[in-house]
T-cell receptor, first 113, second 112 residues
Framework: EPEVTQTPSHQVTQMGQEVILRCVPI?????FYWYRQILGQKVEFLVS????????KSEIFDDQFSVERPDGSNFTLKIRSTKLEDSAMYFC???????????FGPGTRLTVT | QKEVEQDPGPLSVPEGAIVSLNCTYS??????FMWYRQYSRKGPELLMY????GNKEDGRFTAQVDKSSKYISLFIRDSQPSDSATYLC????????????FGAGTRLAVHP
């Protein structure tokens, strides 16, 4: 069964460093998303991506964040200068054109020290 | 008012019990309703997906949407210890890019 994959599973970085989180969405999906979940809190929407551009972003997704689909399979989230409060699980999700069944990856746990 | 409200629990039941999990939402324009299961430090796993009102059944799981009262439910029959997880309800608008709006999640423990 196709699934969303994410790497790395855990990333530790120092405050101010850049990180890139990687995702491989399900191959025939067209819409891509990043969500995050701070420990003990709700899953929160960050950004959606369709047709090679950002379609919607939340207030959390400020200038420090960017997304890219560099090739036909990968989807990345970059945080330019990490802050302590960026520590969270980051989930990638994807879906087909029709409906809204979003399938999530296993997540990347980001720890900023 | 929060967009999606969900009692965080924890909810503890004996094996074999019927479990009822619930959420309320505030925006009557929401059209898609989902239930996800999340094990500790793992990604949300899509369990049930409903468009608009009504019931949907899949094995031991039944999802219900009552749009008149803005209430969504997930029932688990013959619960098993392997059902122990956090259950997240989520909703979204129809059209647009359909970001999901999640509830806080209800932690369920099924004990043998």
């Amino acid at each position: 069964e196709p699934e969303v994959t994410q790497t790395p599973s855990h990333q530790v970085t120092q405050m101010g460093q850049e990180v890139i989180l990687r995702c491989v969405p399900i191959s025939n999906h067209l819409y891509f998303y990043w969500y995050r979940q701070i420990l003990g809190q709700k899953v929160e929407f960050l950004v959606s991506f369709y047709n090679n551009e950002i379609s919607e972003k939340s207030e959390i997704f400020d200038d420090q964040f960017s997304v890219e689909r560099p090739d036909g399979s990968n989807f990345t989230l970059k945080i330019r200068s990490t802050k302590l409060e960026d520590s969270a699980m980051y989930f990638c999700a994807s879906r087909l054109r029709q409906g809204n069944e979003q399938y999530f990856g296993p997540g990347t746990r980001l720890t900023v020290t | 008012q929060k967009e999606v409200e969900q009692d965080p629990g924890p909810l503890s039941v004996p094996e074999g019990a019927i479990v009822s999990l619930n959420c309320t939402y505030s925006n009557s324009a929401f059209q898609y309703f989902m239930w996800y299961r999340q094990y500790s430090r793992k990604g949300p796993e899509l369990l049930m997906y409903t468009y608009s009102s009504g019931n949907k059944e899949d094995g031991r799981f039944t999802a219900q949407v009552d749009k008149s009262s803005k209430y969504i439910s997930l029932f688990i029959r013959d619960s098993q210890p392997s059902d122990s997880a956090t259950y997240l309800c989520a909703t979204s608008f129809s059209g647009g890019y359909n970001k999901l709006i999640f509830g806080a999640g209800t932690r369920l423990a099924v004990h043998p």
